[in-house]
């Protein structure tokens, strides 16, 4: 069985041991990233019927509602005919903390806040949550990042924060 | 020798380019369109929009051009490399017909524009059902060849008890097992999901609806495995043929197989990692595939160590000299080597790219960003095709017996790595800027971009153009080899010998515990989401068209 036993370079050995090693490190950061400083991607929310949530349910009558002082719930539509998020025009004070629930009435599309890691998919049939504290003043524009039919490059909403 | 694979291969690649030549010739307009100067409204009636040329640029060049090529190469390559003619010909020319037959079935609605859904084809959007059926008729035709492949090993090995298969033939047999594991995803897909959801909807009553978020962790499961499909031939050449061209020898067979192995076992239980900003799907399953996916990563390092090594062997045989020094004695005047040692060096940065993808919470920064186009033309546009385009160097004078322009394709060569990089530094800088992918960016621009968006876009337009001149010299030195050059010449198969004598372990030709383990691995991680996803009871959507 001796001649059976694997040829390793020399060399060979030790890039795979510095390669194990960086992959090992870079395997603790995301880990310390996503569970505990928060870090995280998204996980399920509601099943949503598509073929309803135009008229009936929160969907029906999106935008913000306020919770308590500074807390907020966001719910948005996403719908292809015409490419339009609903609302696609919000206002809250700084340092509010928003809750964004986002559900598709058609297609697939995706959701994104420039310049934070808010960023998931939309889809018929589920709901996609997240929440975010708008520390800074400023306008953040929410722009579908899935391609959704001939009028994609003009689905945007901003959020004002003031 | 070997003249039905011959011809067999000679088709497949005629298919191959056609695929390449249409499809890529969207690609300048879509980087133009980026830059502000956008032609398609020129081209109506004949092409109706941006995402219709966007779809079959993605479906031409990633689905076409790379499964005729692949499935061609591969059979040529069994047959060559265990001095044996495939074993049932006739299954791989039956193979060849269906999938020629499902490409054709599949153009029409391209180019009229009823199924500009891009060659992820995600539901609910609804082309109509005969597109499916021709995209389910190119896997299976695939697969008939793959067969063929497997068939022909498989008699090889009973003829030739305990012996080690040569590499090349080894390799591409992996590939295509790969293929056909992965490849059930997709068929699932298509078969349980897609077409009784198109025909319900089209032909029948419409009570059949489609759950989404089932069909794309489906889709996704095929959709990583395929990047390895693309990228595995070009690794096959780059052990078992690149070394040769080199002069040089395959420093470590064994490693080589050893990583072979590890890519059957480890690219298909991580397609989640595209699928980490999707809704229905829990983080605990998404961080599992995450570090699948680092597990992956390793026998790519593994080939750049042997590779690398190899090609040293052959610089230094050619009087390099010095730590590095031996780079420069590389058969540098060899449009084959170059376009293949290129597309390895920008490979670098493409892994580099990929590494980050695949960082769970990393990837929320470009996550559907112009960034992910920029990552894939750095792998499938340049370490796969560019290698494809670098391997037709040598293997379309072999077939002909016609020598090619070598100067036009030195040209060729590094224009193709200068643009390259050029437009996917630019599409990677505008995705991090934000810029979502598969979009219209020159419109996008104008709603929610900024000054420093114009300049990245900029990039691409003048990669695009490069890239386009590239392509054009391919062509022309494919196309004037094959047909118009006078002067003949005799080009083997390069086939590199490994550095040692090496008695390859027993644990790495015996098929059956590596098959085991990847189907054990594969349950393990998509199983119970699976039938989560079947049971949750999730409404149907009926289809739609957002495209017309």
């Not at chain 2, 300049?455 to 695009?464: E, F």
Request: with cysteine; aromatic share 14%.
């Amino acid at each position: 069985m001796s001649n059976e036993k694997m040829h390793i370079d020399p060399y060979e050995k030790k890039f795979m041991i510095i390669g194990i090693a960086v992959l090992v490190i870079f395997a603790i950061s995301i880990t310390i990233a996503g569970f505990m400083l928060g870090i995280q991607v998204p996980s399920p929310g509601q099943l949503i019927d598509p073929n309803t949530v135009a008229s009936e349910g929160p969907y029906s009558d999106p935008g913000l509602k306020e919770l308590s002082p500074g807390n907020y719930e966001l719910y948005i539509r996403a719908e292809a005919s015409p490419w339009r998020f609903y609302p696609d025009e919000v206002t809250v004070p700084v340092g509010s903390r928003v809750t964004i629930h986002v559900t598709s009435a058609d297609v697939q599309h995706g959701f994104k806040i420039q310049d934070t890691n808010v960023n998931f998919m939309v889809l018929p049939g589920q709901e996609s949550t997240l929440t975010y504290t708008f520390k800074e003043v400023g306008e953040y524009p929410y722009i579908c990042t899935e391609y959704c039919g001939v009028g994609h490059q003009n689905m945007y909403g901003v959020i004002t924060v003031e | 020798m070997f003249k039905t694979e011959k011809k067999l291969v000679g088709w497949h690649i005629v298919l191959a380019l056609t695929g390449l030549g249409l499809g890529s010739l969207f690609g300048p307009l879509q980087a133009w369109e980026h830059a502000g100067w956008n032609l398609y409204p020129s081209l109506q009636p004949y092409i109706a929009s941006y995402y219709q040329g966007l779809t079959l640029h993605g479906i031409l060049n990633a689905l076409v051009f790379t499964t005729f090529f692949i499935t061609g190469f591969l059979s040529y390559i069994t047959a060559t490399s265990l001095d044996r003619p495939l074993a049932t010909p006739k299954l791989s020319w039956a193979g060849f017909f269906v999938m020629v037959a499902g490409l054709v079935l599949a153009a029409v609605p391209l180019l009229l524009n009823l199924a500009s859904i891009l060659y992820t084809m995600y539901p609910p959007m609804m082309a109509p059902w005969y597109f499916y059926v021709g995209m389910v008729l190119v896997v299976v035709g695939s697969w008939m060849s793959g067969w063929s492949i497997m068939i022909t090993f498989a008699k090889w090995r009973k003829d030739n008890p305990g012996k080690t298969a040569p590499f090349q033939a080894f390799a591409a047999t992996i590939t295509m097992v790969l293929w056909q594991v992965c490849t059930l995803g997709i068929a699932a897909e298509m078969l349980m999901l897609v077409l009784p959801w198109a025909f319900s909807q089209q032909l029948g009553d419409g009570s059949i609806g489609m759950d989404v978020q089932l069909a794309r962790t489906l889709f996704w499961f095929t959709g990583h495995p395929l990047v390895y499909f693309w990228l595995l031939p070009a690794y096959l050449s780059w052990y078992g043929m690149m070394p040769k061209q080199a002069d040089g020898k395959l420093f470590s067979d064994t490693m080589a197989r050893f990583a072979f192995w590890l890519f059957l076992l480890l690219s298909t239980p991580i397609g989640f990692h595209h699928q980490y900003v999707d809704p229905g799907v829990p983080a605990g399953w998404k961080y599992l595939h995450a570090i699948l996916t680092y597990a992956v990563f390793f026998p790519s390092l593994l080939t750049a160590f042997n590779v690398a090594a190899s090609l040293e062997i052959g610089g230094r045989k050619r009087g390099g000299k010095g730590l590095l020094g031996w780079i420069k004695n590389l058969p540098w005047n060899d449009p084959s080597y170059t376009a293949q040692n290129l597309a390895m060096i920008i490979f670098i940065f493409g892994g580099a790219g990929g590494v980050i993808n695949a960082s769970y919470n990393v990837n929320l920064v470009i996550h559907n960003t112009a960034w992910v186009p920029g990552h894939f033309h750095l792998t499938v546009g340049t370490a796969a095709t560019f290698s494809f385009m670098g391997i037709m160097y040598w293997l379309v004078p072999h077939l002909t017996g016609k020598a090619i322009q070598r100067k036009v394709a030195l040209w060729q060569a590094w224009l193709w790595a200068g643009g390259m990089l050029i437009f996917s530094r630019g599409l990677h800088w505008i995705g991090l800027l934000g810029a979502p992918r598969r979009t219209m960016l020159g419109v996008a621009i104008e709603n929610y971009g900024t000054g420093e968006w114009q300049v990245a876009s900029l990039m691409t337009g003048v990669g695009g153009t490069i890239l386009l001149i590239s392509g054009l010299l391919f062509f022309y030195v494919i196309i004037h080899g094959a047909f118009f050059s006078k002067e003949e010449v005799s080009v083997e198969i390069p086939v590199a010998e490994p550095l040692h004598d090496e008695v390859v372990p027993a644990w790495l030709n015996n098929w059956k515990p590596w098959l085991i383990a990847v189907f054990a691995l594969i349950i393990v991680a998509y199983a119970p989401m699976i039938i989560n996803l079947v049971t949750d009871g999730a409404a149907f959507s009926p289809g739609f068209d957002v495209w017309g």
